[in-house]
């Protein structure tokens, strides 16, 4: 049924942009229809070199995801369990979040290079900074009864986290997780596209200047959109299951 | 032994400070059943909030001795884990005071046939209606055999015939040894529970104003009629 009414939303947008093609309210060498982006995607997927660039591209956002996990969660937690600590750092996680991540990329490539660890680096700041930041304000704004209720009946720090803050945080866990996708995703096209990389999403985006190829840029663009979209319903899927008892 | 001496709670709300108790004393001796009777807002809650250690912003001094000190909370949405099973949220205090899962999964099993409990305990605590949630509740401040146990309304989501069961089932296990304290609105309910009623008010702050022990009637069932007639209207209790 949800299904259903998506796809017909598709076909709708599909087919208004096809008759805006038609109507040529834009110039058609700027703007692709429907068909060419077909057409082009068949040569492309026919091609082979569009899947080394959304191979890599796909491998950096997931390593800076999994890495920025590793990193910002427990930070997130300690902070938001630890209110004091939250109290002193809130203000700090807070400006560091108000920084745009990109602009610390000429400093990381002057330290890192111009290779995959200065991308990364960027996307790994903008992540935990976003991590700890949503995490450790959820977790702060947390009625406290539940956790002093279980102290009161006897469970020691160690048991409090795993029986309780854990499981409190995992739906900011999701919420902040999203968020650090999306951010990386943006962090990662966007260091492809400055400086040296040779394959890339954002590397082929940046070569349309060179071959003037519209329809490659349409289909480049269409696939960076679904692999926000692959990340967002996996991790919507994942939040389902871990966060059983807040849907229902 | 329990005793709070001088306690003084202050809510802070609205901008204004609200006060509570203010130089209240109380002392119930160990292996005391102790009854605690008064309207609504008159801080029973509080007061169990407080003597479990749920809430620590007070003065005055409050001690209580026991080595584990077993308190059903008032509200038993927040303060089951939702992300557990019901016996799961029942057998893990045990393991926070050391003692055996195994042991407590036999006495669960007990008490689950003695209550005769008709849902599963399988089911997350979400998926129970108020009453069973109340029910898990109780079996859990019960099963890791405490020897001061602190009920807030144990049964005010339980229909008659469970109330009846509950009441039969805490009879067999109120031990010489235990020491009970338990809020409630009405008297004929509990009253072959307790050998003491406290009855509090609150007007300008909440104070004592009955203090019913069983040793000092002749009869048992002297005092329990007594302790029946306790119960409260909008405006305050008859007796
Ligand atoms: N967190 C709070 N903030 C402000 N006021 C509070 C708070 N908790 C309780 N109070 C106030 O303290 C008073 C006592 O509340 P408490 O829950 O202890 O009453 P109670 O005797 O348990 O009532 P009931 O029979 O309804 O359970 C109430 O008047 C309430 O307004
Ligand atoms: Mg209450």
Not at chain 1, 80 to 93: P, W
Not at chain 1, 115 to 120: A, K, N
Not at chain 2, 27 to 55: H, M, Y
Not at chain 2, 78 to 99: G, S
């Amino acid at each position: 049924m949800k299904y259903k009414t998506s796809l017909i939303g598709i076909f709708s947008a599909v087919t208004i942009w096809q008759i805006i093609a038609w109507l040529k309210i834009f110039n058609p060498i700027y703007f692709a229809s429907p068909y060419e982006v077909i057409a082009e995607s068949i040569k492309m997927i026919q091609g082979g070199a569009v899947f080394i660039d959304l191979t890599l591209t796909i491998y950096r956002i997931a390593v800076s995801v999994i890495i920025s996990s590793l990193i910002g969660i427990p930070l997130g937690i300690a902070f938001g369990y630890f209110a004091r600590i939250y109290k002193y750092v809130g203000e700090i996680v807070d400006f560091l979040r108000s920084i745009p991540p990109i602009v610390i990329y000429p400093l990381l490539l002057i330290v890192l290079g111009p290779g995959d660890s200065s991308r990364i680096g960027v996307a790994l700041f903008g992540s935990i900074v976003v991590l700890v930041l949503i995490i450790s304000n959820g977790l702060f704004q947390q009625a406290p009864l539940r956790r002093q209720y279980f102290a009161s009946l006897g469970a020691n720090k160690v048991q409090l986290v795993n029986h309780i803050v854990w499981y409190e945080a995992l739906p900011h866990v999701m919420v902040a997780l999203r968020t650090a996708v999306s951010l990386s995703i943006i962090i990662i096209v966007v260091t492809e596209m400055l400086v040296g990389a040779q394959y890339g999403l954002g590397t082929r985006v940046q070569n349309v200047q060179i071959t003037s190829n519209i329809p490659d840029l349409f289909v480049t663009i269409i696939i960076i959109g679904l692999i926000g979209v692959l990340f967002n319903k996996t991790l919507i899927c994942l939040d389902k299951k871990l966060v059983f008892w807040k849907s229902n | 032994m329990i005793e709070i001496k001088n306690l003084k709670k202050k809510f802070f709300c609205n901008g204004s400070n609200k006060s509570l108790f203010s130089g209240f004393d109380l002392v119930i001796r160990k292996s005391e059943k102790i009854g605690l009777f008064a309207p609504n807002g008159s801080g029973k809650s509080t007061l169990l909030n407080i003597l479990a250690g749920v809430d620590k912003d007070f003065a005055g001094t409050v001690s209580i001795e026991g080595k584990r000190i077993s308190y059903m909370h008032q509200d038993t949405n927040a303060t089951l884990a939702p992300w557990f099973t019901c016996e799961k949220n029942i057998l893990l205090v045990r393991k926070y005071h050391h003692l055996g899962i195994e042991k407590g999964k036999a006495l669960l099993k007990r008490f689950v046939n003695e209550i005769e409990i008709n849902f599963s305990l399988d089911q997350y605590p979400f998926m129970l209606s108020g009453g069973q949630r109340q029910i898990v509740a109780l079996l859990r401040a019960l099963i890791f055999e405490p020897d001061v146990l602190l009920l807030d309304e144990p049964f005010s989501a339980l229909d008659i015939e469970k109330r009846a069961a509950f009441i039969e089932f805490l009879t067999k296990h109120f031990t010489n040894n235990l020491t009970v304290i338990m809020c409630s609105h009405r008297g004929d309910e509990v009253k072959s529970l307790l050998d003491r009623a406290v009855i509090l008010e609150h007007q300008s702050e909440t104070r004592i104003t009955m203090d019913i022990c069983r040793s000092k009637f002749h009869s048992k069932q002297e005092f329990e009629q007594i302790i029946s007639k306790i119960r409260f209207k909008k405006n305050g209790h008859e007796i």
